[in-house]
């Protein structure tokens, strides 16, 4: 059973930063995509960082030069780092993984197969 688990999140002043973590159990990764979503109330679903197996990576614009996703060495770890918050990257924040590559599926959560709980981020003005 595959099971992700995020940590890192919670409440920090704009400007602030924050690192969350994702640890993945029960998956076999090879090629596969894994990224981190975030959903604000009332909002759809986006596409915050996704990262290949070989380390390449993609961002979406409003984190471009403020967040940076990385992985351990097993791959089985995911982490955002997130610095220079805002109160608009306030949000719940999810670990996902696909079975594809991120070049076909990044930014497109129904192309995810796998999901994380999701933690909190909290950002005050």
């Known amino acids: 059973q595959v099971q992700l688990v995020e940590s890192g999140g919670g409440s920090v002043q704009s400007g602030g930063s924050l690192r969350l973590s994702c640890a993945a159990s029960?998956?076999?990764?090879?090629?596969?995509?894994m990224g981190w979503f975030r959903q604000a109330p009332g909002k759809e679903r986006e596409g915050v960082a996704f990262?290949?197996?070989?380390?390449?990576?993609k961002y979406a614009d409003s984190v471009k030069g403020r967040f940076s996703i990385s992985q351990g060495d097993a791959k089985n770890m995911l982490y955002l780092q997130m610095n220079s918050l805002k109160p608009e990257d306030t949000a719940m924040y999810y670990c996902?993984?696909?079975?594809?590559?991120?070049?076909?599926?990044?930014?497109?959560?129904?192309?995810?197969?796998?999901w994380g709980q999701g933690t909190q981020v909290t950002v005050s003005s």
């Open positions: 990262i290949e197996s070989d380390g390449v990576t």
């Open positions: 996902a993984a696909a079975r594809w590559w991120c070049t076909t599926v990044a930014f497109v959560a129904r192309d995810f197969a796998y």
């Open positions: 029960g998956y076999t990764r090879g090629d596969d995509c």
